[in-house]
């Protein structure tokens, strides 16, 4: 059950990039992560807007030049796949395989 107050649909709180965070799924024969969490420090942290001008920028930027924007599909698709699963596992209480 959430809790009464809640940030969930505070977009700006969503797409705050001051920092990153870049795991690695590596784990060792007892199941432990090899590598530590690693923070990436984003000096200029960029509201909602920002980042969708950007987006756009980036997206004309591809067709105007004829980039390949496979790659990024490709990691897209493989984002919403991990979240449609974590969805579906909480729902279900059940592991889902990727």
């Given at each position: 059950?959430m809790?009464?107050?809640?940030?969930?649909?505070?977009?700006?709180?969503?797409t705050?990039t001051?920092?990153?965070?870049?795991h690695?799924?590596?784990?060792d024969?007892?199941?432990?992560?090899?590598h530590?969490?690693?923070?990436i420090?984003?000096?200029?942290?960029?509201d909602?807007?920002?980042?969708?001008?950007r987006?756009?920028?980036?997206?004309l930027n591809?067709?105007?030049?004829d980039v390949?924007?496979?790659?990024?599909?490709?990691?897209?698709?493989?984002?919403?796949?991990?979240?449609?699963a974590?969805d579906?596992?909480?729902?279900?209480?059940?592991?889902v395989?990727?």
């Amino acid at each position: 059950m959430m809790a009464e107050s809640s940030d969930s649909d505070d977009v700006d709180g969503h797409t705050k990039t001051n920092t990153l965070i870049y795991h690695q799924g590596e784990i060792d024969a007892n199941n432990e992560f090899v590598h530590e969490d690693q923070r990436i420090d984003m000096p200029d942290d960029v509201d909602h807007q920002e980042l969708c001008n950007r987006e756009q920028a980036y997206f004309l930027n591809a067709i105007r030049e004829d980039v390949d924007l496979g790659d990024h599909m490709g990691r897209a698709i493989n984002s919403l796949k991990i979240v449609l699963a974590a969805d579906e596992s909480v729902r279900s209480g059940k592991t889902v395989d990727l």
